[in-house]
Each structure stands twice: as C-alpha cells, then as structure tokens.
C-alpha cells in the first residue's frame, strides 16, 4: 500500500479574475462606441448629452438644460404630462488650416434628452426661454398634484 500524503487544498480550483475583467472591458468598450462617435467617417450615435437641472416649487417645475452653440430653431422640445423630451442637432462646420492641423474638440450631431417628471404637469402652459445656451422651461404642476395628500401608514 502507498502512502499519499494528505494535502488540503489540492482539491481546491484557482480563480483567475482577470480573463473576466477582459470580458467587461470589452462590453464597455463596445458600449462607448456605440454612444461616441468613431474619429473618422461618418458620425453615428449620440455624440453627447446635455446636462439638466430641476427645481420643484409648491405651483410649478423649474428645468435648465445646458444646449450652447444651438440656435432655437435648432430644438425641438415636447412636454407630455411626466416627461419632458429635447433633442436636436449641432452641425459641424467644416474648416481648413493652412498650415499643421485643426484639433477640435467639440461634438457634433443629433443628441435626445427624456427627462422624467417628479409631478404629473399642465403641458398645456408650458413657458420656455432659450438664452445664452440655457434652456428655461417653467411648468406649471397639474391641478390636481398640487392638493395631493398622501396617507402615511404607522405600523
């Protein structure tokens, strides 16, 4: 008979974290992709996403949204009782330099922003003011959200 001797973690299957890691990197690098568009040729998907800004008073929704470089007519802004949606499109404009090479950083093409709504809103009274690339947009709340009561249960 043949002694063996006992060793406890021969049973024992390594883990090796990083061919995972691999994996999640690459389904994030195929995500950013698909948002940002490729350095050269055509531009396809969102090239960026405007930041917003919500205030909510007793009567009414306060909304910024930071959209610079677009004229008005440029956007296209659409309330629905719980959300608002802006999109629109900043085109590039296209230069050459004599001399060395242009660097820009700026993004262009189509972008969409859906804001949800803390309150359900009148969209019919909607006030909007786009100045300075800031986008104001003053929504009333719905009659009946502002004397909503809500019954809090104690145990």
Not at 25 to 47: A, V, Y
Not at 54 to 72: F, M, R, W
Not at 102 to 126: C, H, M, W
Request: proline content about 7%; overall charge negative.
């Amino acid at each position: 008979m043949t002694l063996v001797r006992w060793n406890p973690l021969r049973e024992i299957e390594r883990w090796e974290p990083f061919p995972e890691m691999g994996i999640i990197r690459q389904q994030m690098d195929r995500l950013f992709e698909q948002l940002l568009p490729p350095d050269g040729g055509e531009k396809i998907g969102l090239t960026f996403i405007p930041p917003a800004e919500i205030a909510e008073t007793d009567s009414d929704l306060k909304l910024k949204v930071e959209i610079p470089g677009l004229d008005a007519k440029d956007l296209n802004v659409e309330v629905t009782p719980e959300s608002v949606s802006i999109s629109g499109e900043r085109k590039s404009e296209t230069t050459t330099e004599a001399e060395g090479m242009t660097r820009s950083e700026f993004r262009y093409g189509k972008f969409q922003r859906i804001i949800a709504l803390p309150a359900v809103v009148d969209n019919e009274r909607v006030m909007a003011e786009y100045k300075n690339g800031i986008l104001h947009l003053t929504i009333p709340k719905a009659e009946s959200e502002k004397h909503r009561a809500v019954k809090v249960s104690l145990g």
